[in-house]
């Protein structure tokens, strides 16, 4: 049907990209008081954790069906599904489609956000402005080519979404129990063991910047973490490291502020978005049972203002934790390794077949949205 090709538009002369707003963070709260509040971190996961109960311009109200980009971090679209919400700043909405469907400019953002990640990476938290995204090309067919490719690419993400449901609640049990028994065995009393600050126990440092050339320049076997959480936190290889003891690394910046990593047996260098944490007594205190209190408690320290969340070093010292005897921390990692493994292995067997799903469903993404330009006279 377009044997001479389309012609290709810029996102915003075909529709309106609109920012979200810095709301009051004093108005936060997670008693579900007020109005869901949409951040960066909501995007991807596609339900808010954080209420607002401050005043607000309508403006910023999000509806089901909207479709939404998350511009730090890991870029993500998503169609917000979970009622009426409010639009935080560093979200977009994309809105007023004139001769695109929604959904065809979701697929065809999907693709563009993925790429654009991927070529992105580097030292420090990676950010999209909404005049990037209005700059982006898109190549725009008929209406009933839009709706064709739209019907096949959705059959696509149907299906994944069906597999996902049943991974994710699969997943959701295995959370719980581990969940259930991780409070047991965390929760304690000020009277049954000792109060310490995180920075009595651990030496603290941050990483440094690496840039996007260094890692091109230096490329080798050992990994270097910086602040995303996919692939674990890795976003490249270089040939040099900086540390190869038992320690923990968190993310001290952007939308996963606060994710806390484990490390033994490695070697490995962090970007200045890090921060890393080095056991001073092993006599006294388990990196292995730091790891899980402090994967359950650092979330709540991390500061939500003017838009960018943080963990800095100083405030990850101030976190108190308890600390019971050795032999019990001991006993405590025994019993949460094993659930640990457990879900870990639900994670990694159940996803195969979503993985050849979304491979074919990319497939034919790239396919079926590339169109030659047509030269408009």
């Not at 956000?113 to 725009?140: C, D, W, Y």
Request: net charge negative.
């Amino acid at each position: 049907m377009c044997p001479n090709g389309v012609e290709h538009k810029s996102i915003g002369d075909v529709l309106d990209v609109f920012n979200g707003y810095a709301f009051d963070s004093s108005y936060f709260n997670t008693e579900q008081n007020g109005i869901p509040l949409i951040r960066i971190r909501d995007v991807n996961s596609g339900f808010s954790r954080t209420y607002f109960d401050g005043k607000f311009d309508k403006k910023y109200v999000v509806n089901d069906g909207d479709l939404l980009i998350g511009m730090d971090g890991d870029f993500r679209i998503n169609r917000w599904a979970h009622g009426r919400a409010l639009l935080n700043q560093r979200v977009c909405r994309l809105q007023n489609f004139r001769g695109v469907l929604d959904s065809w400019v979701f697929h065809f953002m999907h693709e563009q956000l993925i790429r654009i990640q991927a070529a992105s990476f580097s030292g420090t938290v990676n950010h999209l402005s909404s005049k990037q995204i209005a700059e982006i090309k898109m190549p725009v067919p008929p209406i009933e080519v839009q709706q064709e490719i739209v019907r096949i690419l959705d059959n696509f993400t149907e299906l994944e979404a069906e597999l996902e449901a049943e991974l994710e609640a699969e997943l959701e049990a295995r959370r719980r129990q581990y969940e259930h028994f991780s409070n047991l065995l965390l929760l304690f009393d000020h009277d049954e063991t000792e109060r310490v600050r995180v920075a009595n126990v651990c030496r603290i440092s941050r990483g440094t910047v690496i840039s996007k050339d260094y890692l091109r320049e230096h490329p080798g076997e050992f990994p270097v973490y910086s602040s995303q959480t996919l692939n674990n936190g890795i976003f490249g290889y270089i040939d040099s490291f900086a540390y190869d003891f038992e320690s923990l690394t968190w993310t001290t910046d952007g939308a996963n502020a606060g994710s806390v990593f484990y490390h033994q047996n490695e070697k490995f260098t962090i970007t200045n978005v890090c921060g890393l944490l080095e056991v001073l007594d092993p006599a006294r205190v388990s990196t292995r049972f730091l790891y899980y209190v402090l994967s359950a408690e650092a979330p709540n320290h991390v500061s939500v203002g003017m838009g960018n969340p943080k963990l800095m070093a100083g405030t990850m010292g101030d976190i108190e934790i308890g600390l019971p005897p050795l032999q019990k921390q001991e006993e405590i990692v025994s019993v949460l390794d094993k659930f640990d493994l457990l879900l870990n292995g639900v994670t990694e067997s159940l996803p195969a077949e979503i993985v050849a799903r979304r491979t074919q469903y990319e497939y034919y993404r790239k396919k079926l949205l590339s169109f030659k330009e047509m030269k408009v006279v």
